[in-house]
């Protein structure tokens, strides 16, 4: 079982739209948890880091399930250029190595 | 506060010859990470580093790839006797405290 796990997509939405990605994580030690955003051929840049009370950034909504080891991200009102790769990442050990999943790919259309 | 940089960002080695990536981590930030992506495929770990430490290699593979993270200067991914399968993204990341990560524009080396 890989140590991340998203569904790779596509997903296509239209303008407007609320989407929801969710990522599954196998270690229960894990410790931190983010959401990237990588564009086509461009580094992954940090969207938002995820807490337990779950977290919220305009349009965008974050949840941690502890429980079922599985975080979300809830994008409302969907626009162009949201259109990416979603990277569900996930940071375990004293070492705290973050593991990426291979993301989630959404395509925004008019 | 200058962002990670990675040089060169494009590299082209023939087969068999030796491919040195650079990654200067953003000031105040010793913990460095190494990603590999290949074309239409997700980032995978390669090796997690702090000064002077190999703290994980577990992405490493074991021949011809290797990583240091000096006291000085900027954190060296080097990889010897590259084919074609090594040709890739590779990007660098740098954290403060081993949680959030912010990533360097990569390196995309081409073996010919």
Same mark, same amino acid.
């Given at each position: ?6 569904? +790779?997509?596509? *997903? ?16 229960? $030690? ?11 051929r461009k580094e992954p840049k940090l969207l938002m880091s995820v807490y337990s009370s779950g977290n919220e950034d305009g349009r965008f909504t974050a949840q941690l399930n502890r429980a079922s080891q599985y975080i979300s991200l809830l994008i409302r009102d969907s626009k162009l250029s949201d259109s990416a790769t979603y990277l569900c990442v996930v940071g375990t050990g004293t070492a705290s190595k973050l593991t990426f999943g291979t993301g989630t790919r959404l395509?925004?259309?008019? | ?17 030796? $491919?040195?990536?650079?990654?200067? +981590?953003?000031? %105040? ?12 495929? %997700? ?17 490493? +593979? ?22 074609? %399968?090594?040709?890739? $993204?590779? *990007? ?11 990533? %360097? ?8």
């Amino acid at each position: 079982r890989k140590e991340v796990e998203q569904d +790779p997509g596509p *997903f296509n939405v239209p303008e407007g739209a609320t989407v929801a990605f969710n990522c599954t994580y196998s270690n229960s $030690a894990s410790q931190s948890f983010f959401w990237y955003r990588q564009d086509c051929r461009k580094e992954p840049k940090l969207l938002m880091s995820v807490y337990s009370s779950g977290n919220e950034d305009g349009r965008f909504t974050a949840q941690l399930n502890r429980a079922s080891q599985y975080i979300s991200l809830l994008i409302r009102d969907s626009k162009l250029s949201d259109s990416a790769t979603y990277l569900c990442v996930v940071g375990t050990g004293t070492a705290s190595k973050l593991t990426f999943g291979t993301g989630t790919r959404l395509q925004v259309t008019l | 506060n200058a962002g990670v940089m990675q040089n060169p960002r494009h590299l082209v080695r023939r087969r068999g010859q030796e $491919a040195r990536l650079r990654c200067s +981590p953003m000031k %105040g930030h010793s913990h460095v990470y190494w990603y590999r992506q290949l074309p239409e495929e %997700g980032l995978k770990f390669m090796v997690y580093l702090q000064k002077e430490n190999i703290i994980d290699e577990s992405g490493m +593979p074991k021949e011809r790839f290797s990583a240091e993270f000096p006291k000085e200067g900027p954190s060296i991914l080097r990889i010897q006797q590259v084919v074609r %399968g090594d040709s890739a $993204a590779y *990007f660098c990341a740098s954290s403060p405290s081993a949680f959030e990560a912010f990533f %360097g524009q990569g390196t995309r080396l081409t073996v010919v």
